[in-house]
């Protein structure tokens, strides 16, 4: 069955220094979404991205984010200078797009750890 | 403001228990429902989910949830728990005609007692 996939499983930074976090989404689907997880806290919607543009960002997603489908099948967020409270487990998740066909699927996640 | 909310933060049961968890949401217009787990160190895992048709809707691990659209929830039932269902659980909204954008709740830990 097909998955979306991510890597690294887990990133250990320096606060201040950039870091990029790579999803393999679904092959055949349109839309592409992160996420992050905060320690013992929800699940928080961070960027939607369909047809090579961002569809939807909410306000965790300033200025220090950013996301790029560099090729056709890598999807990846970058947080160009990371602080501690950075520190989460970062979810990818794609969909097909298909009408009437809604489902998200996730990858396993990516636990980023700032120091 | 519109939102995801679960009522109980965590929740304590012992084995063979009844549960339910409720999950309410506020948004207008339709919606599809899910539900999802996380095992401890694990990632999320789709437990089941609502799009349209039977408003109870039958997931993995004995699981089931039941839509009922003028209540706006969509609460979580299994009839005897088992210590593996030691989890947090999400409920999450998808909105088809918003961007199909999706919020969670804030979770349910749920700890079952041996």
Same mark, same amino acid.
């Given at each position: ?5 991510q890597t690294p ?11 990029i976090l790579r999803c393999v ?29 961002? @569809?939807? $960002?909410? *306000?965790?997603?300033?200025?220090? !984010?950013?996301?790029? #489908?560099?090729?056709?099948?890598n999807f990846t967020?970058?947080?160009? @200078?990371? $602080?501690? *409270?950075?520190?989460?487990?970062? !979810?990818?998740?794609? #969909? ?14 990516t ?5 | ?114």
């Open positions: 069955e097909p998955e979306v996939t499983s887990h990133q250990v930074t320096q606060m201040g220094q950039e870091v989404p679904i092959s055949n689907h349109l839309y592409f979404y992160w996420y992050r997880q905060i320690l013992g806290q929800k699940v928080e919607f961070l960027v939607s991205f369909y047809n090579n543009e961002i @569809s939807e $960002k909410s *306000e965790i997603f300033d200025d220090q !984010f950013s996301v790029e #489908r560099p090729d056709g099948s967020l970058k947080i160009r @200078s990371t $602080k501690l *409270e950075d520190s989460a487990m970062y !979810f990818c998740a794609s #969909r097909a797009g298909l009408a009437g066909y809604n489902e998200q699927f996730f990858g396993p996640g636990r980023l750890t700032v120091l | 403001a519109q939102s995801v909310s679960q009522h109980n933060h965590h929740v304590i049961l012992s084995e063979a228990a009844s549960l339910e968890l409720g999950c309410n949401y506020s948004y207008g217009g339709t919606v599809n429902l899910f539900w999802y787990v996380q095992y401890p160190g694990q990632h999320l895992q789709l437990l089941l989910k609502y799009f349209s048709g039977d408003p109870l809707v039958k997931g993995i691990k004995g699981f089931e949830a039941e839509f009922i659209k003028s209540k706006f929830s969509f609460n979580l039932r299994k009839p005897s728990v088992q210590w593996s269902d030691t989890a947090e659980y999400f409920c999450a909204v998808n909105r088809p005609d918003n961007n199909n954008d999706m919020r969670f709740g804030a979770g349910t830990r749920l700890t079952v007692k041996p």
